[in-house]
């Protein structure tokens, strides 16, 4: 029921600044993560909000710029030492639950997202609002038309259309080890890889793929610009893990694939209680009782601990 709104809060994110995201040459912006926190957050996170704790990994370990409203990374520490189950959400982050009844709209600052059962609420960080209708306004910010407004640079900030029709500065791409480039006319003004031209696709955002340099470093594309990272910045413990040709990735093993959220090669699943699940390459248990929840079940392959955060929710 919450994949509508995992992009709501995507766009409402980019819109609080910031749309290049990754861990740059060094990460000069948060700390590395430990891998038990985050896994503890994760699950937690993927069993009371959506998408399992796979994804929310991947978001704790990789915190985009953009993540301003939600402060996943942020809120890490805060969930790991939880133990009263989906409770911790509404402590350590901006979200309510919403039972019985669900309007989608807003109620104050806070934008309605709804599904089965009811939904949840999300606080908007300062300087934004909501319309009434769910939709979301920047009051000052200079007004653009999205089909004919051409991306920039403002610096190393690209500069976006966004929200109801708003010029808005995405976040620093240099904070993340990237240049701002912008093509103009219909392409994108992206952060790109400053090491010099390649070719690739990636986005410079979550599991980076790539060549080890050596045991602590990745050399992968960014956007085709040739990009470096450091593993140790990343999470406590990572180190360059080559899994295949072509597919090595800053991690803990290669035991699985961590940019899969489940099927082959991924190992989630429940283990008893216990919800097992891909940490950065490597299977890690964790009773869900440990947590606050009862027990561990599997919806569409994807393990959750139960019960959620009221009667009647489905992930």
């Known amino acids: 029921m919450w994949r509508n709104s995992i992009a709501v809060s995507a766009l409402v994110l980019a819109l609080a600044g910031g749309a290049c995201g990754g861990d740059g040459g060094g990460n000069d912006v948060v700390a590395p993560l430990s891998p038990d926190a985050a896994l503890r957050a994760a699950a937690l996170l993927g069993s009371c909000v959506d998408d399992g704790a796979v994804s929310f990994l991947e978001t704790l370990y990789f915190p985009y710029p953009e993540n301003v409203l939600l402060s996943l990374r942020d809120a890490a520490d805060c969930l790991a030492a939880s133990d009263d189950g989906c409770a911790a959400v509404p402590r350590c982050l901006p979200i309510r639950f919403v039972t019985g009844d669900c309007v989608e709209g807003c109620i104050g600052d806070r934008i309605v997202i709804c599904g089965d059962g009811g939904g949840h609420s999300i606080a908007l960080p300062a300087g934004?609002?909501?319309?009434g209708a769910g939709g979301i306004t920047v009051p000052g910010a200079p007004r653009c038309d999205g089909a004919t407004f051409v991306q920039r640079c403002d610096g190393d900030r690209p500069v976006k259309c966004q929200g109801d029709g708003f010029e808005i500065p995405q976040g620093s791409c240099a904070d993340a080890g990237f240049a701002c480039v912008a093509p103009g006319g219909e392409a994108q003004a992206v952060c790109q890889g400053t090491g010099g031209a390649c070719q690739g696709s990636s986005y410079g955002q979550g599991w980076l793929e790539g060549t080890c340099l050596d045991a602590d470093t990745l050399e992968t594309c960014v956007r085709d610009g040739r990009h470096v990272q450091r593993c140790a910045d990343v999470g406590v413990g990572f180190t360059c893990q080559a899994r295949g040709p072509g597919i090595s990735f800053?991690?803990?093993?290669?035991?699985?694939?961590p940019r899969q959220d489940s099927g082959d090669g991924n190992g989630a699943r429940c283990d008893g209680d216990a919800i097992?699940?891909?940490?950065?390459?490597?299977?890690?248990?964790?009773?869900?009782?440990?947590?606050g929840f009862a027990a561990c079940a599997e919806v569409a392959g994807i393990p959750y601990c139960t019960p959620g955060p009221f009667p009647g929710f489905t992930p």
């Not at 934004?128 to 319309?131: M, P, T, V, Y």
């Not at 800053?250 to 694939?257: K, Q």
């Open 128 to 131: 934004f609002s909501c319309d």
């Open 276 to 291: 097992v699940v891909c940490n950065a390459g490597r299977l890690d248990h964790l009773e869900c009782k440990t947590l």
């Open 250 to 257: 800053c991690g803990l093993g290669t035991e699985c694939d």
